[in-house]
């Protein structure tokens, strides 16, 4: 860490790219800590499990708006600014969830809060990607492997804290939890302002949304992306109420078998990528990753032992983990002059797929709940109609990882 001739520190790109891990951290707390939540804001709040889904689609929504919007935004205001202003949307956001329910209408403080994180987490997804890629180096795709992992190890911290924080205070406490968490946001708003920052592909030079859009490329890039974020997140929002259900287990255990050891194995495997992944045809990764994804969820959805169906879930977190950060460096790859435009459209795809993979296996499950297993119940082993009906959803899930298949096969017939 060099120092200037006044004596004061003099940061550099490497503290950048701290800054965009950190940054991930704090998307990860915003997306992940209220779902943790949401039991409490049931039992302690009178929030009614209608008002929680309304919530969540609330959420998505407004970050798909904001993924839409963002590279138009981000070219106007500038890197710095635009992440500034994300930092400070997720510190208002977690505060009001720690505030607000406790002095308006519950629901309406949550919502506010809610809606101001999506807002955050969804300008940090589009521009930290550009400003990591912008960063001088060679190997793209390792430092986007490395920087994403370190959305994994913020969702494992986020787990483990609040499990640690409701064992030692008690959920009473709950509201001082998110409070606690806007030290992250808060440190990343003062890094992002101090760091050096480079642009990716200055604007007279950045390909036009219409040009982009009539390459085949960029749609079967975008695909991918909506499967790789269909694929991540429909394990992810399910695992935990899968391990309570399929084993009986505590809300405790439930989510440290079930998202921790997911978001562990899929932060171990992106750091690997990162250190190894350079040397290797991108296409070719993800193809496997496709292809250990869809024996993943067959072993989540088709085994007759609890165990092994949870050792599926912790795969999954394995097979899904270079998805997104490859399709990215990738895409920089086969659209160099991309830009802003390029990164925020590829966020809004992962986002729809972020969307749709968790919706479609809660659809699916309660379809199956109703027709009580009509016609396709005998294929699944759960022990009671909630657990079957939830692995015949989590089944149709491998429709993902087949699109990527396809997908990936036919990018390796362009050069």
């Known amino acids: 860490m060099a120092a200037n001739e006044g004596g004061k520190m003099k940061l550099n790109y490497k503290h950048t790219l701290y800054a965009c891990f950190s940054g991930y951290i704090g998307q990860a707390v915003v997306s992940n800590l209220p779902p943790l939540l949401f039991v409490i804001f049931q039992s302690q709040l009178g929030i009614s499990l209608e008002k929680i889904t309304l919530l969540i689609t609330v959420g998505f929504c407004i970050q798909i708006l904001v993924d839409s ?5 981000v070219d106007i205001l500038g890197y710095r600014i635009a992440v500034t202003i994300a930092n400070i949307f997720c510190f208002a956001g977690l505060l ?9 209408n519950p629901f309406i403080g949550l919502l506010i809060g809610i809606t101001l994180n999506s807002i955050g987490g969804g300008f940090i997804e589009v521009v930290v990607n550009p400003i990591a890629e912008a960063l001088p180096g060679d190997e793209k795709s390792g430092v986007m492997g ?50 050096p920052i480079k642009t990716l592909v200055e604007k007279d030079v950045q390909i036009s949304p219409r040009k982009l859009f009539s390459t085949k490329t ?16 429909a394990m992810s929002k399910w695992s935990s109420f899968f391990a309570e259900v399929g084993l009986g287990t505590s809300k405790t255990f439930g989510d440290l078998l079930g998202p921790c050891a997911f978001a562990l194995l899929m932060g171990i495997t992106r750091l690997i990528y990162g250190k ?16 250990i994804c869809i024996f993943s969820y067959l072993l989540v959805s088709l085994s007759p032992i609890p165990a092994i169906s949870l050792i599926g879930c912790a795969l999954t977190g394995l097979s899904i983990a270079i998805l997104w950060p490859a399709a990215i460096s990738l895409s920089s790859k086969m ?13 809004l795809g992962g986002d729809i797929g972020c969307a749709i993979g968790p919706s479609l296996v809660g659809l699916v499950s309660n379809v199956v709940i109703k027709s009580n297993y ?13 657990q079957s009906a939830l692995e015949a959803g989590l089944f149709t899930a491998i429709v993902f990882p087949i699109v990527i298949l396809l997908s990936t096969r036919m990018l390796k017939k362009i050069k």
């Open 276 to 291: 190894k992944g350079a040397k290797y045809d991108l296409r070719k990764l993800i193809a496997i990753s496709g292809g």
């Open 218 to 233: 960029f749609w079967l890039l975008f695909i991918l992306m909506v499967c790789a974020g269909a694929a991540e997140q």
């Open 374 to 386: 009509a016609g396709i119940g005998h294929l699944f082993t759960g022990e009671n109609i909630t």
């Open 146 to 195: 490395i920087l994403h992992s370190f959305y994994c190890w913020g969702y494992v911290a986020v787990v483990l804290v609040s499990t640690l924080f409701f064992t030692l205070v008690g959920e009473q406490y709950w509201n001082w939890l998110p409070i606690l968490w806007c030290a992250i946001p808060l440190l990343n708003l003062f890094l992002f302002l101090k760091v």
């Open 335 to 347: 659209h160099p002059t991309g830009g802003n435009a390029m990164f925020g459209f590829l966020a």
């Open 69 to 73: 919007l963002a590279a138009k935004m």
């Open 96 to 104: 009001s969830i720690g505030i607000l329910p406790m002095i308006i």
